[in-house]
T-cell receptor, first 108, second 114 residues
Framework: SQQGEEDPQALSIQEGENATMNCSYKTSINNLQWYRQNSGRGLVHLILIRSNEREKHSGRLRVTLDTSKKSSSLLITASRAADTASYFC????????FGAGTRLTVKP | NAGVTQTPKFQVLKTGQSMTLQCAQD?????MSWYRQDPGMGLRLIHY???????DQGEVPNGYNVSRSTTEDFPLRLLSAAPSQTSVYFCASSYSKSGVVGYTFGSGTRLTVV
């Protein structure tokens, strides 16, 4: 069974706006990772946050982790049309399990 | 720098046929895994390996076999293809199972079973 569940399933915004995606999971984790998938392509690793970390930044990406609520969020600031893709959270404990993803569309 | 290479990119099989999906990585990663991706369901783990000679089952292993004779290669075998195995298959590798620097994914194999 899938570990993470992303919310919303789909998100459409204008270029320049911020995009926030959420991920909830069910069991304890070692770390949580976010991946991007462009249509018809493989997944690309974006950022990893360990279970003892609360926030991490990488360029325009900001990830938070709340282990008490078993949830994480990915914020993309100042979005661009090139950010249009599906975004997946993946939880790592004994292995890596993925959620169903959020489909982000950024309109120019 | 090739990363993770999957072949073939596309394949059509008839029900009952067998085939092998190839995966090779040139990053000396110990950990390799296979996922299938179906619409609306994200990726599900089929099998994984923590090193040469060691394999283990994931969430959805039925109908698939794997072996790991070398660090570089991790083929996935479909024993008797069924329409339910129509999916996109991704191979991934990492230095360790915890993926502390993330997993590297191949570009996928789109399989259709008719």
């Amino acid at each position: 069974s899938q570990q993470g569940e992303e919310d919303p399933q789909a998100l459409s915004i204008q270029e320049g706006e911020n995009a926030t995606m959420n991920c909830s999971y069910k069991t304890s984790i070692n770390n949580l990772q976010w991946y991007r998938q462009n249509s018809g392509r493989g997944l690309v690793h974006l950022i990893l946050i360990r279970s003892n970390e609360r926030e991490k930044h990488s360029g325009r990406l900001r990830v938070t982790l709340d282990t008490s609520k078993k949830s994480s969020s990915l914020l993309i600031t100042a979005s661009r049309a090139a950010d249009t893709a599906s975004y997946f959270c993946a939880t790592v404990n004994n292995d890596m399990r993925f959620g169903a993803g959020t489909r982000l569309t950024v309109k120019p | 720098n090739a990363g993770v290479t999957q072949t073939p990119k596309f394949q059509v099989l008839k029900t009952g046929q067998s085939m092998t999906l190839q995966c090779a990585q040139d990053m000396n990663h110990e950990y390799m895994s296979w996922y299938r991706q179906d619409p609306g369901m994200g990726l599900r783990l089929i099998h994984y390996s923590v090193g040469a000679g060691i394999t283990d089952q994931g969430e959805v292993p039925n109908g698939y076999n794997v072996s790991r004779s070398t660090t570089e290669d991790f083929p996935l075998r479909l024993l008797s293809a069924a329409p339910s195995q129509t999916s996109v298959y991704f191979c991934a590798s990492s230095y360790s199972k915890s993926g502390v620097v993330g997993y590297t994914f191949g570009s996928g194999t789109r399989l259709t079973v008719v």
